[in-house]
């Protein structure tokens, strides 16, 4: 399975906010995702980086982009 | 193993433009990409969806957006 941890930059550090992702979409200034078990998130950030052979999806809030 | 195949919409329709990516990386107005053998691509787009159990990820050209 390919369910993904996501992570949120929080002052250089990687914090995990939801488990078992499957979905994510970015919507305007705001991600939504939503994990196995059909339940949803929606935060204010961007996407940093997928990496899928780490099961691990990096968002960061947008006004940290350079 | 989780790699996934990279979609851009064009005219309504998922056109299939890299396989086997385990990376993404929005840089700006491109997304970044590699696959497992270390070959990238860089296109200007927009990520679009990340659907994790369909191992797709969906693209959209930045004007397209509404």
Known sequence: MCESRVYLMEN???VPI???VIYI??????IFM???????KIV???IKEVRLL?????????????
Chains 1, 2 share one sequence.
């Open 44 to 46: 204010e950030a961007k």
């Open 12 to 14: 250089g550090s990687e």
């Open 54 to 66: 780490e099961h691990k999806i990096i968002l960061e809030n947008r006004k940290d982009k350079k």
């Open 18 to 20: 939801m488990e078992n």
């Open 25 to 30: 979409e970015p919507q305007d200034d705001k």
């Open 34 to 40: 939503s994990d196995l078990l059909g339940e949803q």
